[in-house]
């Protein structure tokens, strides 16, 4: 008997459960739609007047913010297409750190104007193939609309040029003082050669109470507990470092010892005692100050180090003990015994602060050459509250980042996406062909950001967006700044430039090509296919309390 083969359609190749969509309409229209829809999530939370989130993520932990790279993390997005917009925010927040949100939006617009040129007609071929040549031209039009750069990295007011735009962009209102402490803080451990700026070094530690504006800089590093025995401060220290317990070190055999009189008991307890004082004499001999560990301290180890005047501090995260050994020159240990000279770190000043009704331990570097890390402690009202300032500063610590590598500037405020605009329409008209198309859609596509800005802050986008016309199709360079005004003084428009709201050039440039290379991938897809989960069916909910008795 012949053995009966299938027919060639689709479904019969495969298992059972497959999905398939394919084609123009079922395929790359759904896609745009479903892009559409998340870029559509975090272009409210745009600009400076952009408004929060609430998200309760799988955990039933609650964030309130505007910052996209957080609000994408969060959000458990299913939809494969909206994960490749995931993916490029990811991206852009690990490479530059900023501009998270300038992806999806522009991602998004650039593939809902798609959607409009393949409903006349376009093959999908057509429009990449211009989005491609109109990519590659606004990346290399935005190298001729840079008006000035960053001319020294040790300069307060020439790094706050730069952390200005993008900390109002979060916590609006606040830039002039947040932008003062991350300029601080980033002056504090500017390496000789900036290009070796390491992010990392800028720690923040968030202390509950009082209000924003108690916030400060501490050079060094800041743990939020005080140490563990009665020595609270020490100067000129040197540090012992250990990952280990500071306890008894328990054999992996057992034994089982027979004591006849208390005599004995006595003795017994006495050795131990022995062992363990003689361990922290030694390190008191060897001149360490301070005793740092990564796990538990044993009451009779704590009883030693007060007794020899050794200031003893728990450190429960492994990277900070990491951040720390770096800061202090230490080796961690994970032996207790008593370290060699090289294994020692040293330390100008270890104390205990009180900051609000919260003691914590500083570990500070006086000489300025030494000091490798800064902290910027924060202060305010809810955990929510500090949870985004964290955001807006480490935005700016990353934007100074991106300035060491490319310090030239754009002007902000959406002033360059309007230049972009005008000057890729021009190349679109001298396009022959279907690409011009194309073009013309990806210059309209950038008109998001500052439309986005208007109607975020409340304005009249269209009025606005006509005055922008008008100033950047002058002649010359006159309007070549301008932007909009979301304090909206001045008829909507400003001088970006004058008003000192500048854009980091690396971080734009990266923004673009990432949302443009994303938008091209999905306009790429002509079939889905997905097969069936794995598993078997979920069991059903079990109704009431689960500890609840049959």
């Given at each position: 008997m012949a053995l009966r083969v299938p027919k060639g359609t689709l479904p019969q190749l495969f298992k059972d459960g497959y999905k398939f969509q394919q084609g123009v309409e079922e395929a790359v229209l759904r896609n745009i739609e479903a892009t559409h829809e998340l870029?559509?999530?975090?272009?409210?939370?745009?600009?400076?007047?952009?408004?929060?989130?609430?998200?309760?993520?799988?955990?039933?932990?609650?964030?309130?913010?505007?910052?996209a790279a957080t609000i994408i993390r969060e959000l458990d997005v299913v939809h494969p297409?909206?994960?490749?917009?995931?993916?490029?925010?990811?991206?852009?927040?690990?490479?530059?750190?900023?501009?998270?949100?300038?992806?999806?939006?522009?991602?998004?617009?650039?593939?809902?104007?798609?959607?409009?040129?393949?409903?006349?007609?376009?093959?999908?071929?057509?429009?990449?193939?211009?989005?491609e040549l109109a990519r590659d031209r606004a990346l290399s039009i935005l190298e001729e609309l840079t008006v000035g750069k960053v001319e020294s990295l040790t300069s307060r007011d020439e790094l706050y040029k730069i952390v200005k735009a993008t900390i109002s962009s979060k916590q609006y209102g606040y830039e002039d003082f947040l932008g003062g402490l991350v300029v601080e803080a980033a002056l504090n451990i500017m390496p000789k050669n900036p290009k070796d700026f390491n992010v990392d070094n800028v720690r923040v530690v968030k202390v509950m109470g009082s209000s924003i504006h108690e916030s400060r800089v501490v050079r060094g590093m800041v743990f939020g507990r005080e140490p563990e025995g009665i020595v609270q401060n020490a100067k000129n220290a040197k540090v012992a470092v250990f990952t280990c317990p500071l306890d008894i070190s328990q054999t992996e055999t057992k034994g089982t010892v027979l004591i006849h009189n208390a005599q004995e008991m006595l003795n017994f307890s006495k050795d131990e005692e022995k062992q363990v004082e003689g361990i922290f004499k030694e390190l008191a001999e060897a001149g360490?100050?301070?005793?740092?560990?990564?796990?538990?301290?044993?009451?009779?180890?704590?009883?030693?180090?007060?007794?020899?005047?050794?200031?003893?501090?728990?450190?429960?995260?492994?990277?900070?003990?990491?951040?720390?050994?770096?800061?202090?020159?230490?080796?961690?240990?994970?032996?207790?015994?008593?370290?060699?000279?090289?294994?020692?770190?040293?330390c100008d000043i270890v104390e205990t602060v009180e900051?609000?009704?919260?003691?914590?331990?500083?570990?500070?570097?006086?000489?300025?050459?030494?000091?490798?890390?800064?902290?910027?402690?924060?202060?305010?009202?809810?955990?929510?509250?500090?949870?985004?300032?964290?955001?807006?500063?480490?935005d700016g610590v990353n934007v100074i980042k991106a300035a060491t590598k490319n310090p030239l500037l754009l002007a902000g405020a959406g002033a360059v996406?309007?230049?972009?605009?005008?000057?890729?329409?021009?190349?679109?008209?001298?396009?022959?062909?279907?690409?011009?198309?194309?073009?013309?859609?990806?210059?309209?596509?950038?008109?998001?950001?500052?439309?986005?800005?208007?109607?975020?802050?409340?304005?009249?986008?269209?009025?606005?967006?006509?005055?922008?016309?008008?100033?950047?199709?002058?002649?010359?360079?006159?309007?070549?700044?301008?932007?909009?005004?979301?304090?909206?003084?001045?008829?909507?428009?400003?001088?970006?430039?004058?008003?000192?709201?500048?854009?980091?050039?690396?971080?734009?440039?990266?923004?673009?090509?990432?949302?443009?290379?994303?938008?091209?991938?999905?306009?790429?897809?002509?079939?889905?296919?997905?097969?069936?989960?794995?598993?078997?069916?979920?069991?059903?909910?079990?109704?009431?309390?689960?500890?609840?008795?049959?």
């Open positions: 870029s559509e999530v975090v272009r409210t939370s745009l600009g400076p007047n952009g408004r929060n989130k609430m998200i309760i993520n799988h955990l039933e932990k609650l964030f309130v913010t505007n910052d297409a909206a994960k490749l917009l995931v993916m490029a925010s990811q991206q852009q927040e690990s490479e530059v750190g900023d501009n998270t949100n300038l992806v999806i939006v522009f991602a998004g617009e650039l593939l809902q104007k798609a959607a409009d040129l393949l409903r006349l007609g376009l093959h999908p071929s057509e429009v990449i193939q211009g989005y360490v100050k301070v005793v740092v560990t990564g796990a538990g301290i044993g009451e009779l180890a704590l009883h030693y180090l007060n007794r020899y005047n050794i200031m003893a501090v728990k450190v429960l995260s492994k990277f900070d003990l990491r951040r720390l050994c770096r800061v202090i020159g230490a080796t961690a240990l994970a032996r207790l015994g008593t370290p060699t000279a090289e294994e020692m770190g040293e900051i609000g009704s919260d003691r914590v331990t500083v570990f500070r570097q006086e000489e300025s050459d030494k000091s490798r890390t800064a902290t910027i402690v924060i202060r305010g009202a809810t955990q929510n509250h500090m949870d985004d300032i964290e955001r807006a500063i480490d996406e309007m230049e972009l605009n005008k000057r890729l329409q021009q190349v679109a008209a001298k396009t022959p062909g279907l690409n011009q198309h194309a073009i013309k859609k990806f210059a309209e596509a950038l008109e998001v950001i500052p439309r986005t800005l208007c109607d975020n802050s409340g304005m009249d986008a269209t009025a606005v967006l006509s005055r922008l016309y008008a100033a950047h199709y002058q002649e010359g360079d006159a309007g070549l700044c301008t932007g909009v005004d979301v304090e909206n003084d001045n008829d909507g428009t400003v001088d970006a430039s004058k008003a000192g709201i500048f854009d980091c050039f690396a971080s734009k440039h990266n923004a673009i090509k990432l949302a443009a290379d994303t938008a091209i991938t999905i306009l790429r897809v002509d079939q889905i296919i997905m097969s069936k989960p794995a598993g078997g069916p979920k069991p059903p909910k079990k109704q009431g309390h689960w500890d609840e008795e049959d």
